[in-house]
């Protein structure tokens, strides 16, 4: 028989597993998911996919000052996701280049790498950029008057007042993630470049259908290239730089973040919008099973006392150690956060035990034994042993004692 001590053991042994599998798996860096296009040049990636630049691209002592012109040629898996296309950090500056596909809009910020966090800085949009495409070159250009878009080289959104200084634009080249986040971008890249220019419209249709027709963006000496990647290469593990083989693109053997974060400050992780208020709930959420089944298990099994504060610590601790560990897997982000909202979610789960506990203790005197026992799995055995039994099982265990002639008149 099944005792109210070892089901709530068992129990909270599988929410124990469930919340590490939960939040480790797959406990190590995945393979990364790059792969040569099987027709034509490019590379395609999946889930978990990314590529670094084996040096730094330096745009900081270009004579041209802050002019800068970026071109890809891509076709992403979905056009209304929402992940980094690439991005150019350097750990020793303040900030550098981000470029994001985001639902559907193509995002260019200048994003600030504090605390190995990025956090949101005024932002370049096109809006609509991915929405309808298949495939489709983008060309993104600025200098001190503005920055501008184009699509297949059309001009599809300028902002006058948004501007990445060329020196931000150095550093490491990171494609497909983020340097400092878990936020791969899939689908196909055909071409790539970086001008230390801004290139006029003329320039940029001209580049759009050379790419398209041969492959291959048809430099002029004046455009001011910096980096060509054809990714024609069909095999290896590098993808060349046509113009400084110090900045080869790898592709490492497993999927990575450049400077990952280890325990982000709460203020740093947040960002306004729907997906991060439902993270909360879910982290919420995932402890609850744990507060209520293990507050069950220190109060009423083992009669642990201060049950609901060992509880708590517990469900905390838990979750420290889970951040911790997620800072050492790429496929995670490690933040307080998550210790914060899983501390609350075990404490959630502790005052609904105590909620469900006060209903079965009223429970326990049901005429129906089915009830009496379902109440017992949430009070103790001493309140609810004898509530088991129906009328004649109690008449006969505990028999009426027959009163005295002294007590009969008494009651008389």
Request: one cysteine or more; aromatic letters at 10%.
């Amino acid at each position: 028989m099944v005792t109210q001590a070892g089901l709530y053991r068992v129990t909270c042994a599988l929410v124990f597993v469930g919340i590490l599998v939960a939040c480790l798996w797959p406990f190590h860096s995945p393979r990364n998911d790059v792969a040569w296009l099987a027709q034509g040049s490019g590379l395609r990636f999946g889930d978990h996919g990314t590529m670094v630049s084996l040096g730094p691209i330096d745009l900081s002592d270009e004579p041209a000052g802050n002019d800068w012109t970026l071109e890809i040629w891509l076709r992403p898996t979905n056009g209304y996701d929402s992940e980094t296309i690439l991005a150019l950090y350097d750990s020793q500056r303040p900030q550098g280049l981000l470029v994001r596909q985001a639902n559907g809009d193509l995002v260019a910020e200048g994003s600030t790498w504090s605390e190995l966090n990025r956090s949101k800085t005024p932002q370049f949009r096109a809006a609509g950029a991915f929405g309808g495409h298949d495939s489709l070159f983008v060309t993104l250009t600025s200098c001190s008057r503005g920055t501008s878009a184009y699509i297949d080289g059309v001009p599809v959104a300028v902002d006058p007042r948004f501007h990445i200084p060329s020196g931000d634009l150095s550093g490491q080249l990171v494609v497909a993630n983020s340097p400092v986040d878990n936020d791969s971008w899939s689908g196909e890249l055909r071409g790539l470049a970086i001008y230390h220019r801004e290139l006029a419209a003329a320039q940029i249709y001209r580049h759009y259908a050379a790419w398209t027709q041969t492959g291959r963006p048809g430099l002029t000496p004046d455009e001011g290239a910096v980096a060509i990647y054809l990714f024609d290469e069909h095999v290896g593990n590098v993808a060349h730089n046509r113009l400084a083989s110090g900045t080869d693109l790898s592709i490492p053997d497993r999927y990575l973040e450049v400077r990952q974060a280890f325990l982000k400050r709460p203020w740093k992780e947040y960002y306004p919008g729907w997906n991060y208020w439902k993270n909360v709930v879910i982290n919420i959420g995932g402890f609850i099973p744990l507060g209520f089944c293990l507050y069950a298990y220190l109060s009423f099994a083992r009669r642990v006392r201060h049950a609901v504060l060992a509880t708590v610590v517990v469900g905390g601790l838990l979750s420290l150690a889970i951040e911790t560990l997620q800072a050492f897997l790429p496929t995670r982000d490690s933040g307080l956060t998550d210790v914060l909202t899983n501390t609350m979610g075990t404490a959630a789960g502790v005052g609904l035990f105590s909620c469900m506990a006060r209903v079965c203790e009223g429970l326990s005197t049901s005429p129906h034994i089915g009830v009496r026992r379902l109440a017992s799995l949430f009070t103790r055995r001493d309140h609810g042993q004898e509530s088991e039994l129906n009328p004649s099982e109690r008449a006969s265990k505990w028999p009426l004692k027959r009163a005295t002639p002294i007590e009969s008149k008494l009651i008389r």
